[in-house]
Nanobody, 125 residues
Framework: QLAESGGGLVQPGGSLTLSCAVG????????IAWFRQDPGKGREGVAC????????TYADSVKDRFTISRDKAKNMVYLQMNSLNPDDTGVYYC????????????????????WGQGTQVTVSS
C-alpha cells in the first residue's frame, strides 16, 4: 500500500518535496522508486533506494537536483526536488518491490510490482 502526497504547482527554479507513505515495516522488506509520467510520454524512472543499505540511484536528468530518502520509523520515503524546470512536470508515482538491491533495475517500470496512485507536479510560471 503506497500513497503519494506533496505535489502541486511550482515556478521554474523552485523546490518541492514529495512523500510516499508505505505500509508499517515495509521499508525493512521493500526497495522503493519514484517514477514520473507526462501525457504523451512513457513512464520514466527518476530515483530509487535499495532496502539493503539505503543506496540510491538517480536518472541523469535529475542527478544533483533530486534526493530520495527514507525514514523507517515513519514508514515514509521522500523525494526532495530542487531547481525544478518545466521538463519535470508530470504525475509522480512511488513504486515498491520485494528486493534488497535494485540499482540495475531502478528504471525498469515492469520490475516494480506495487504502485501508488500518483501526485501531480506542474512546473510553470
Amino acid at each position: 500500500q503506497l500513497a503519494e502526497s506533496g505535489g502541486g504547482l511550482v515556478q521554474p527554479g523552485g523546490s518541492l518535496t514529495l512523500s510516499c507513505a508505505v505500509g508499517d515495516g515495509a521499508l525493512d522488506l521493500y526497495s522503493i522508486a519514484w517514477f514520473r509520467q507526462d501525457p504523451g510520454k512513457g513512464r520514466e524512472g527518476v530515483a530509487c533506494i535499495s532496502e539493503s543499505d539505503g543506496s540510491t540511484t538517480y536518472a541523469d536528468s535529475v542527478k544533483d537536483r533530486f534526493t530520495i530518502s527514507r525514514d523507517k520509523a515513519k514508514n515514509m520515503v521522500y523525494l526532495q526536488m530542487n531547481s525544478l524546470n518545466p521538463d519535470d512536470t508530470g504525475v509522480y508515482y512511488c513504486a515498491a518491490v520485494w528486493a534488497a538491491a535494485v540499482e540495475r533495475m531502478c528504471f525498469v517500470s515492469s520490475f516494480w510490482n506495487h504502485w501508488g496512485q500518483g501526485t501531480q507536479v506542474t512546473v510553470s510560471s
